[in-house]
């Protein structure tokens, strides 16, 4: 099939492009990959009457490291680059983890880091992960910028906090806390495909006792699903067989997915359970293996 007819832009600066949002509000859509928004036009189930193409715009695919430890990911930063990026995969092994599950390598040779944290598809890895990250957006706009939290960003099924006249231009996520554990896992029917359930996570030990914890499903509701009640029963708990069970059964408890054609609900709430047993377990193990 072939998308409906529309007018097309390729601005040179940011400020040409957030003009272009402005002038054109609902009606536009930002061109960033294209590995979502193209096959939606294509089978006009996306018909935006104006497309901005960001790809022109320079210093949008940069990654930075900030004074503080934490890393800058301009919103154009291809997945692949990430993947390849031997000093990020130390400073935050958790992302770098996560970019490989994404798809294909030919969606990752494409597809941007800001185009899939706007897209907010709920099966996704990276608005998951920078939830679990504690990462933060900044959005532009003819106005200026403003700063949203991840965890703020997403409202509800491939909705979020970015209008129609914004564009996401950087991710900035915290540093990274040495010896903290960290684990990643979903189901999905076959290698590339969206997850049917997934979860990630991190724990900072203080001795053998949790100190503290986030974890965050994906795949299992609306949005990225942190289970901040299974964080608070880790906290102060040794990550034994005992411990990681009963996180398990408040993970299934407290999950609320739908039903669809991959997937029934309580398949959901089984399978996010023992996924976040079994994340936390390799986690464990991680921390086993640096002693």
């Avoid at 009457?49 to 890393?71: E, S, T, Y």
């Avoid at 200026?144 to 900035?172: K, P």
């Avoid at 949005?223 to 906290?235: F, G």
Wanted: aromatic share 6%.
């Amino acid at each position: 099939m072939k998308p409906a007819p529309f007018t097309y832009y390729c601005p040179d600066t940011l400020d040409e492009a957030v003009r272009l949002l402005h002038e054109h509000g609902d009606d536009g859509k930002i061109l960033a990959g294209g590995q979502s928004l193209m096959p939606l036009m294509s089978l006009r189930l996306a018909r935006p009457a104006v497309i901005v193409d960001m790809n022109r715009v320079p210093g949008l695919d940069r990654i930075a490291v900030n004074g503080d430890g934490g890393l800058s990911i301009g919103a154009m930063t291809r997945q692949r680059a990430i993947e390849r990026d031997a000093a990020l995969a130390e400073r935050n092994p958790l992302l770098a983890a996560a970019v490989p599950l994404i798809g294909h390598f030919q969606i990752r040779n494409r597809g941007t880091v800001g185009g899939s944290l706007v897209h907010a598809d709920p099966a996704s890895e990276l608005p998951a992960v920078s939830v679990t990250l504690g990462a933060d957006f900044v959005l532009a706009s003819a106005a200026g910028e403003r700063v949203v939290s991840a965890e703020d960003f997403y409202l509800g099924y491939m909705a979020t906090a970015c209008e129609a006249n914004e564009v996401l231009t950087e991710v900035r996520v915290p540093a990274w806390k040495a010896g903290r554990l960290w684990a990643i896992d979903e189901v999905a029917r076959r290698k590339g495909d969206f997850a049917m359930a997934g979860v990630a996570l991190w724990v900072d030990m203080d001795g053998g006792a949790c100190a503290d914890a986030r974890i965050t499903l994906f795949g299992v509701g609306g949005k990225p699903v942190r289970v901040e009640k299974a964080e608070q029963h880790l906290k102060g708990a040794a990550l034994d067989d005992a411990t990681l069970k009963e996180v398990e059964r408040i993970v299934f408890e407290e999950l609320e997915p739908d039903s669809d054609i991959h997937a029934s609900a309580l398949y959901r709430k089984e399978v996010g359970g023992v996924l976040t047993r079994r994340a936390l377990g390799a986690a464990a193990a991680r921390g086993t293996e640096a002693a």
